[in-house]
């Protein structure tokens, strides 16, 4: 049950998550200047389920993203202390991939590891992990690091419900979409999720999955036609060879 | 030739480009606060040129993946103004999907026209655009919105090099992918990208490219022999049913 409630803008001097500061430079003899933030680096985790054939997410309330969907009032202004930001709390609820910053010296797949068990649960080893690649997010702002690993997760492996770690204030529940609906889900644009998301689905769809023989007929009838007739063909021949050696 | 120097952190007071605020409200009964900030939302286009079998993308200096990249001077602090950010400028490169962000009232679609001819120098029609998804990017920070698109180009549609708006000081070079490299291009670490370009190579390799025959065999080898079999079996024995019938 989400219960958010009383959104409200308040004073923001000092951040400790949103640190600015400007960059100049000369590029190609002219002055430049970028503002940016430190930000820190993240770790995703693409789990799949393979008992129940689906892959796991974790839904969440993101105050960005419901702020972004509800508050209409001027795309350059920051709404005024006191501004009540009336809407859907649903609105702010994200899909994402299993995920977690990177704000301690481990290893990215302890990290990873750490955040499977904490957010949906399951026990899984460092060791387990795929790496798939890693990407920048906010290429304008923060630059950041993301990298993005593969887990396969049974029943056997499970130790919690997940949910994030509540000393962290973290509220977060377990999505499962099961394989057969993973495409419509990445483009359904009714559940907001990040592009990293989307694209750790589609490595999944291509990595994990041989493409159904159904699908492989249909796409490419005319060629496996032709491939048939040509194998029937010899077959006949080969057969009227034999009949005719016979005679 | 990319020419940057002189990259130098500043005095970073009310900038226009970041704009942190701060939101308080009551989850599940408990006070929580977020800070974040404005940000605009973004179209970004996969460009498809089919005479040349390939996409393209744009390559630019990030500042933001730049710092990233080369200051190692602790995770949570900003750099005192006057710290010299030294490293190969390289180092800040980024290979992206043609993009721009949403400061004007107009359709979604026209705005990514623009962007397309102005990075790239392709006249392409908002009618011709084929929208793909939107998605929120910087869940944690900004929550905002890109909607990714897909347009086809020809050579006759060329009007520029591109290279971006220069009263905006943009520098930027087109990037060209031939189809069959671009699996391995969004896997490899050594190009900095967003996870929005990845997605985006990949909707393309599913969505636009039928797989390959030789591919399709090698995945499927074991039921097309079935099948082929079959096939050939059942020809066979239409062939040899047909001789003795003539006997």
Same mark, same amino acid.
């Given at each position: ?102 704000? +301690? =010296? !481990? ?9 499977? &068990? ?5 026990? /899984?080893?460092? #060791? ?77 769809? +291509? =990595? !994990? ?9 249909? &796409? ?5 036609? /032709?491939?048939? #007739? ?18």
């Amino acid at each position: 049950m989400l219960s958010i409630e009383k959104i409200v803008v308040e004073q923001c001097n000092n951040s400790k998550y949103i640190r600015p500061f400007r960059l100049s430079y000369v590029q190609d003899g002219k002055s430049k200047l970028w503002d940016l933030m430190k930000s820190h680096d993240s770790v995703a985790i693409i789990i799949h389920h393979i008992e129940r054939r689906s892959l796991l997410f974790v839904r969440q309330f993101r105050p960005a993203v419901y702020f972004n969907r509800v508050y209409a009032g001027g795309e350059q202004e920051v709404p005024p202390v006191g501004t009540a930001i009336d809407g859907d709390p649903r609105l702010g609820l994200t899909v994402e991939l299993c995920a977690g910053i990177v704000d +301690k =010296e !481990k290893p990215l797949a302890e990290i990873a590891a750490e955040e499977v &068990q904490e957010e949906c649960g399951f026990n /899984v080893s460092a #060791s387990d992990l795929e790496r798939v690649s890693t990407f920048r997010t906010g290429v304008g702002t923060t630059g950041s690091m993301q990298t993005i690993f593969y887990a396969k997760v049974t029943e056997a492996m499970r130790l919690s419900k997940g949910g994030g770690n509540p000393a962290e204030g973290e509220y977060i529940e377990t999505v499962e979409v099961p394989i057969s609906q993973l495409y419509d889900f990445i483009l359904d644009e009714s559940i907001p999720k990040p592009t990293g998301c989307a694209f750790g689905v589609s490595w999944f769809l +291509k =990595e !994990k999955l041989r493409p159904s023989f159904v699908e492989v007929m249909r &796409q490419n009838y005319l060629q496996i036609a /032709v491939v048939s #007739s040509g194998i029937s063909l010899f077959a006949m021949l080969t057969a009227v060879g034999i009949c005719s050696l016979r005679k």
